[in-house]
């Protein structure tokens, strides 16, 4: 199986996020748009963290980017995701929400946080809905 030429992201790299490395993405790389797939979204403060789960009732919202050729903006993100060694780039399947299916690259965690899930799954969504919140995303 080929490298994905996608990568799905759910919280300080979505699309309209103020972070600087979603800045970057955005800048480097073409948004597709919205997906959809298995799993439970954790609230880790600042960021969420993702266990995918083909088997799980909920949904993890994020947004797909096709990824420019060379592997350096992946790198980059590499670089900023695995700075927490829980973290792991993986492939995995998600589904736009206008339809169709693709194969992504994301990061997800290797165990269940202690910390409480993020009902509906969308990290901007939980984020915007906090009464106080630093500066990101």
Do not use: C
């Not at 800045?23 to 600042?46: K, N």
């Not at 960021?47 to 980059?76: K, N, Q, W």
């Amino acid at each position: 199986m080929s490298d994905p030429a996608h990568i799905f992201v759910y919280g300080t790299l979505r699309h309209g996020s103020n972070h600087p490395m979603a800045r970057r993405l955005t800048a480097q790389a073409r948004h597709i748009g919205q997906a959809r797939t298995p799993g439970r979204l954790y609230d880790m403060g600042w960021y969420p963290a993702a266990m995918f789960d083909a088997e799980a009732a909920t949904r993890i919202i994020g947004d797909v980017f096709a990824l420019p050729p060379g592997g350096r903006l992946l790198a980059e993100i590499d670089a900023y995701e695995e700075g927490d060694p829980n973290y792991e780039r993986i492939r995995l399947d998600v589904t736009l929400i206008g339809g169709g299916k693709l194969h992504v690259w994301t990061y997800g965690v290797h165990a269940p946080p202690n910390s409480r899930v993020i009902p509906g799954g969308d990290f901007l969504v939980h984020w915007n809905a906090k009464r106080r919140r630093p500066k990101w995303p």
